[in-house]
């Protein structure tokens, strides 16, 4: 290629294109196409981007250092010259500090995320195994609360159940009796049956217990006219139920006492009656002080509407005062954690971004340098690259060289 120079123009020829002598032996060697993977993949990670910046750069030396004969300041700009190149070989050493650096950072941010999900998830398994002892609890504290009568609420619906259970079986028979003379023997009761019966008699029973409490407002206020009017109605449904469903009750005890009062035992119907009647007072009055009492005006309340005074109340004083705890603490608190350590994973996420994205970004601006300085006189990147927020934005690059360019 040179052999047809003279001598004095050869050299200058060959100092022009100098790169052409290494470059190629360069990049073979940090390919490595000839050593094994392992080996070839640590040169191409750790060389190939170095070695590509140093050739490239001393491509772009050959004219900066032709433009002396022609510049001003030759001095200064001699010295940005050498300057750069000591960006280049920091940026390199940058690059592989870097590389170290994003490893660690990122090891240390994956076992940080690893263990704040196992730890979520181990709390959230503790909440929910504890879950019912601290709704024990809760409800334990609240039960001696005033407030909402929650458990005599609950207990008024089991026994409104319960009895409305008795009465449907109790009825049964009767309403198919009823229903075959109706059909002509052709009716059959079934599931449908019972499950209407049942329906029916919760609320026969809870309009019982309505009426209990409606006279006992009336008496309370003095309403007289309201009080024989209720007392009526109560009178007829204590008939109704005595009748009806105690009966059997009583009927049930009868070879009991006549097992004791001897064979010639009747009891008659005023006796039956008697008894029956003093059952369904005895039950009424039981359930009534127990649970009655408390839990029919609340269920009137939500029947009707009107809603539920809770002024003077503990519960809502305290409800007022502060916040209620929640019944999953842990998970609660697991959340509250986990939000704060997700601020942490997303600053975290940030500062290996940078650790990844700034020392090869480094380099390629110490190689715009190069051409910068060999166009304008000057830098348009100032190095070292501290985090990725350095870097300024392609609108800011470009009026940083316009400025360049007008004071020049």
């Not at 050493?93 to 704040?116: E, K, P, S, T």
């Not at 007829?236 to 009927?251: H, K, Q, W």
């Not at 519960?315 to 916040?323: F, I, L, P, T």
């Not at 690059?397 to 007008?406: D, N, Q, T």
Request: proline letters at 3%; aromatic letters at 16%; hydrophobic letters at 55%.
């Amino acid at each position: 290629m040179f052999e047809n120079l003279e001598t004095p123009w050869k050299y200058v020829a060959m100092a022009l294109v100098f790169p052409l002598f290494f470059q190629t032996d360069v990049f073979q060697f940090v390919w490595g196409a000839q050593d094994p993977l392992s080996i070839a993949l640590a040169k191409r990670i750790l060389l190939l981007f170095p070695a590509a910046a140093i050739i490239f750069c001393c491509w772009v030396s050959v004219p900066n250092v032709l433009s002396i004969i022609v510049r001003q300041n030759r001095r200064e700009f001699i010295s940005a010259f050498f300057l750069t190149w000591w960006d280049l070989g920091r940026a390199i050493f940058h690059f592989w500090g870097g590389i170290v650096r994003f490893i660690i950072n990122l090891g240390g941010w994956a076992y940080g995320f690893v263990r704040l999900v196992v730890l979520g998830f181990l709390l959230m398994a503790k909440d929910l195994l504890l879950f019912p002892m601290r709704a024990f609890g809760e409800v334990s504290n609240t039960s001696f609360q005033r407030g909402i009568p929650w458990p005599a609420i609950m207990m008024m619906i089991v026994w409104t159940f319960v009895e409305a259970a008795i009465f449907t079986f109790v009825m049964h028979d009767l309403v198919v009796n009823v229903m075959e003379s109706f059909s002509d023997g052709e009716f059959q009761g079934g599931t449908i049956l019972k499950i209407g019966l049942f329906v029916v008699f919760t609320f026969f029973v809870l309009g019982s217990y309505a009426v209990i409490h409606t006279l006992g407002q009336a008496v309370k206020e003095k309403r007289w006219g309201a009080v024989v009017a209720y007392a009526l109605i109560e009178i007829i449904v204590a008939a109704v139920e005595t009748v009806l469903f105690y009966r059997e009750f009583v009927d049930a005890l009868v070879p009991w006492f006549a097992q004791h009062a001897g064979d010639n035992f009747e009891l008659g119907i005023v006796g039956t009656l008697s008894i029956a009647f003093a059952v369904w007072f005895g039950i009424r009055c039981m359930t009534w002080f127990l649970f009655g009492a408390s839990a029919i005006p609340m269920l009137l309340a939500m029947i009707q509407r009107t809603g539920i005074s809770m002024e003077g109340s503990t519960r809502s004083a305290v409800s007022s005062g502060k916040s209620q705890n929640p019944m999953l603490v842990y998970i609660h608190s697991a959340m509250t954690e986990f939000r704060e350590e997700m601020d942490w994973v997303q600053n975290k996420g940030d500062y290996i971004l940078s650790s990844f994205l700034v020392p090869p970004l480094q380099i390629l601006a110490v190689c715009i340098n190069f051409c910068t300085l060999l166009i304008g006189g000057n830098h348009l990147f100032q190095l070292p690259f501290r985090s990725f927020q350095d870097i300024l934005d392609t609108k800011d690059l470009i009026e940083k060289a316009r400025k360049s360019v007008r004071k020049d």
